[in-house]
């Protein structure tokens, strides 16, 4: 009888482990890959063509890792969340620019995706950096970015509940209107921002906010 109790609560703890797991996948992209490849290996044959790609794709735990140069008029909605122990990361390798080109679009719409991590980027020349577009957002991470020659606001997520967010060495240079704009009327807390540079840039606002810390 112990043997079957201990036989069965074996099999329930395996169901639940196999239940929270998840299965990572790294994903590459490159200037000479294209979206028709699989994005599993680093090299043109395998790499895909477009970041734009990796945000139809990546679910918890999946790693997009962009290789060197330059990506004319990416336009990126991710399509999943990650999760608490799982983030969904963008991961900039060696110098990656971002180029919208003609000022028009935003280079990355939230919505209401969470769990999400970008890192070792460069954003320029879009009519908005990251946009939220209206929807509440949270547990969103940006590292070692830059967002410049922005038309309108770089970061806008003015209508949005907004919490948990972390900045950690973030750039921006040469943009209009609102630097951080959070809030718009909704509740936001819990906001890191640190080691950041604004040059020739306009205010910082934050409406509504508690739990801000801002730190250089």
């Known amino acids: 009888k112990n043997n079957k109790i201990l036989f069965t ?24 890959g294209s979206d028709a490849n699989d994005g599993l290996t680093n ?23 962009i290789q060197e140069g330059t990506y004319l008029q990416n336009h990126t909605q991710p399509a999943n969340s990650g999760n608490s122990t799982h983030w969904i990361k963008y991961q900039g390798d060696g110098v990656v620019i971002m180029d919208g080109e003609d000022y028009t679009g935003v280079w990355f719409n939230m919505g209401t995706r969470s769990y999400i991590n970008i890192s070792g980027l460069t954003v320029k020349r879009y009519n908005q950096g990251i946009d939220s577009n209206g ?31 972390t900045f950690d060495g973030y750039t921006q240079i040469n943009t209009s209107e609102m630097d951080f704009s959070f809030g ?23 409406d509504n906010c508690a739990g801000i810390t801002i730190r250089n």
């Open 9 to 32: 609560l074996a099999v329930l703890t395996l169901c639940l482990l196999l239940a929270n797991s998840v299965s990572a996948t790294t994903y590459y992209v490159r200037i000479d």
């Open 43 to 65: 090299n043109s044959g395998g790499a895909w063509g477009s970041i734009t790609k990796c945000g139809t794709t990546l679910i918890a735990g999946d790693i997009c890792r």
């Open 135 to 165: 929807f509440n957002i949270s547990f969103f991470q940006l590292h070692n970015i830059t967002i410049r020659d922005i038309k309108n606001e770089p970061i806008e997520f003015e209508g949005s509940a907004a919490s948990n967010i």
């Open 184 to 206: 718009g009327g909704k509740a936001c807390g819990d906001i890191l921002i640190q080691n950041f540079n604004l040059t020739d840039t306009a205010s910082m606002r934050f």
